[in-house]
């Protein structure tokens, strides 16, 4: 009986043993499948987080598809078409190659291709070209560094640090063509280097260039020129006033003896040129530019005056001067835009795209330019100027122009004899850009 118990104790011990290694072998079990259950979850977690996470490459649409990558990359195509149609009629008795130059006629104004972006380190870059009258022509070609938040660097064929309209891109100007000074004056894009701060107020620019792509081509053409500009513009009465001022100074270095300065009368369809004033002897010119304007809402209201100086070996120093007063307003319920020393793109509150009508604006404005003086008689002329502008979309544009021009001392003779008249210029414009 004894040995019958002792072997039913060791059985019992037997027993409880494998019953002791089950349960730890279950709770093992528990454990390793709670810690399988932990990982899972986490691995499920970071593939949501991941998945939550943008696309490498952003896409936006800003007229055009505009590509950004989240390492410093960016790229955007751009473009412009503008087609224009005017007409000048002058005065009877003409000769007949002047004459030729009247009357209707159409133009591919510009047609712009290009593209730009941003890289890594803080540069930009940005290259465009004019495709118009079958020709190419190198229009934006320049590479940017950004300091810091408020100064930028530029590289390349870029727009000089001239005035207020000049500065303004012809997409956004209230009339098709700028004021008669600027193109007069040459107003150009040059190849060279320039700075830019922009603060909260202020906009200052400053930079050295040499002269544009085209005339670069001729190892005798040596000039190089100072341009610097500075816009205050401070918040006033409910409106952005803008005050600002320009300097330029360009050495010739005997590369050209003669400037020649000259404008059209209103409109870019004629190659008649009514003024033009050449000075001989040129070793270098001095520009000096004001410029003011108060935005508010719809109304706008800008001026601006330029006096060319140049300085010519052997004979008295001529000065020229040109300039413009305008005032404009929004028929519709749209704001003139104007940001960083610039006018911007109106944007219609109520659009073609969105059942709208779009925006329109009327400008009124008087343009006058004097290439008289200093025994140069290039002649003077006012203009006396009015636009409507409607603006169905964002992106597209439609200008309709009528200047009246008051000429004296035009090397353009009527009759072989009389330099003083006027002449009707209209022009309408339709232009979209992306």
Known sequence: MASRIDS????????????????????????????????????????????????????????APEFKGDNGWSFKPRGRLQIDAGGVDGPSGLNESSSNHLGVSTELRRAYLGFDGTMPG???????????????????????????????????????????EDQTSDLFTSFMERAAFTSAFGFERRVGLNAQYLGKDVVLQGGVFSDDPNSLNSDYDKSWSVDGRAVYMPRLAGGTLHLGGSVHWRTLNDSITTVTYQSRPFVHTTDLRLLSGGVTGATNELGLGLEAAWIKGRFHASGESYWQKVRRTGFADPTFNGGYAEVGYMLTHDETAYKNGVFERIRPHDGFDKGGLGAVQLNVRYDWLNLNDAGIVGGREQTAGISAI?????????????????????????????????????????????
Do not use: C
């Open 390 to 434: 409607w603006m169905p979309t964002d992106y597209v544009r439609f200008i309709l122009n009528y200047g009246h021009v008051w000429v004296k001392d035009s090397p353009v003779l009527v009759n072989g004899t009389d330099g003083t008249y006027g002449v009707d210029s209209m022009g309408m414009r339709a232009q979209f850009d992306f």
């Open 122 to 164: 803080g540069f930009g870059y940005r290259f465009e070209v004019d495709l118009a009258n079958s020709s190419v022509a190198i229009n934006d070609m320049y590479l940017t560094y950004r300091v810091n938040p408020k100064i930028t660097l530029a590289l390349g064929n870029q727009k000089p640090n001239t005035g207020l």
């Open 8 to 63: 039913l104790e060791g059985q019992l011990a037997n027993a409880n043993a494998r019953a002791d290694a089950a349960t730890s072998a279950a709770a093992s079990a528990a454990q390793s499948a709670a810690q399988s259950a932990s990982v899972a979850a986490a691995a499920k977690e970071t593939v949501t987080q991941q998945a939550a996470k943008a696309p490498p490459v952003q896409v936006a649409w800003k007229g």
